[in-house]
């Protein structure tokens, strides 16, 4: 765990491929850390450059005096490689490669890719990427942008893991437009070390993560990943993890493969592991903030009952459908919930589930009515409607 931390709170970076050029994604990732506001020490490293936006440079990882925490490597393959060997001995303690060129385009590739992690493991240096996205942490302890997006989310109490650079900026966009806040915010690319297991460990034990939401398009880990997961999902301490699957079709499936090198394996058996896991599935981007949204709020329903409370029969009747539709059930109102009901309504409201206000009910029926039927014992939760009339 604590050389994770050093990926998501580190004291120092060093982003080896600091460019000068704007544009270039050396300079922009380099940009983005500095204006950001990050609170630790940032160093570029170009061997070409006597300074980075005004910040002094360094040939090489040794060259420089002070101790590096986390290393970000916006530098060709082969070049990664090298700076690897480097922050070996220099004792860095993490490392994100931003760069593509590895697993992903194929044997050359991973010809690198694979002894890049293996000379990590043997260092015991923790590797982010290759071909990712990067990471992000808003909060204002740590303000640390290091990414190639120049936005810079809210802090707030929820993580987001991706295996997609790209779906990572549209995400931040979403976000933006929901005043949405992020605890740590992560792309992972190619794996080749750090995983979803890994920082599922990790974001569990996060004090200002309360919800955890994935992009998913292989796993490489089946039945230790269920195991664990279930206990972060449904332990002492449970953490609600949302995702996300892509490669539902075979065409699909082909386009993740070559995507992050990923080989997205049968629906059936990604749904069985998710079940078993607990892990709740989502179909859009926006179906996941609005469950995250949900469990963020800190109230989860024990059960699947719920109690509809409306002024009109027609959206009543839609939101019946829709509820049963999704696995759920309307709950049956105790004799003391339907008394109670039948006292502050009047005598042409409905009284059973759906729970019909009538048209021209104020403020003070909908608050009777709601509170009548979440007192009941046999409700998990409430649907309030509101059509508002034309008068």
Known sequence: MERLEAIFSPASIAVVGAS?????????????????????????????????????????LTDIPDPVELAILVVPPKAALAAVDEAAH?????????????????????????????????????????????????????????SFSNRMPASGHISFISQSGALCTSVLDFAAERDFGFSKFISVGNKADVDELDLLRYLHQDEDTQVIMIYLEELRRGPEFIQEVKEITSGDRPTPVLVIKSGRTVTGARAAASHTGSLAG??????????????????????????????????????????????????????????????????????????????????????????????????????????????????????????????
């Open 266 to 391: 049968s629906e059936a058996v990604y749904e069985a592991i998710f079940k078993q896991a607990g892990i709740l599935r989502v179909d859009s981007v926006e179906e996941l903030f609005n469950f995250a949204a949900a469990f963020a709020a800190g109230k989860t329903p024990l059960g699947n009952k719920v109690a509809i409370v409306t002024n009109a029969g027609g959206p009543g009747i839609v939101a019946t459908d829709m509820t049963v539709s999704s696995g759920l059930e309307l709950a049956r109102f105790r004799e003391e919930t339907v008394a109670a009901l039948q006292s502050h309504l009047p005598s042409t409201a409905n009284l059973h589930n759906p729970v019909d206000v009538i048209g021209d009910a104020t403020q003070d029926r909908y608050e009777r009515a709601l509170e009548a039927v979440i007192k009941d014992e046999g409700v998990d939760g409430a649907l309030v409607i509101l059509a508002p009339p034309n008068p």
């Open 20 to 60: 000068t050029v704007p544009g270039k994604v050396g300079h922009d990732l380099f940009a983005n850390i500095l204006r950001g506001g990050y609170t630790g020490v940032l160093f570029p490293v170009n061997p070409k450059a006597r300074s980075v936006l005004s910040v002094k440079a360094y040939p090489t």
């Open 90 to 146: 220099k004792g860095v303690k993490g490392i994100v490669i931003v760069s593509a060129g590895f697993r992903e385009v194929g044997p050359e590739g991973r010809a690198i890719e694979e002894p890049i992690a293996a000379r990590c493991r043997e260092a015991g240096i923790r590797l982010v990427g290759p071909n990712c996205l990067g990471v992000i942490n808003p909060h204002p302890s740590v303000r640390m942008n290091a």
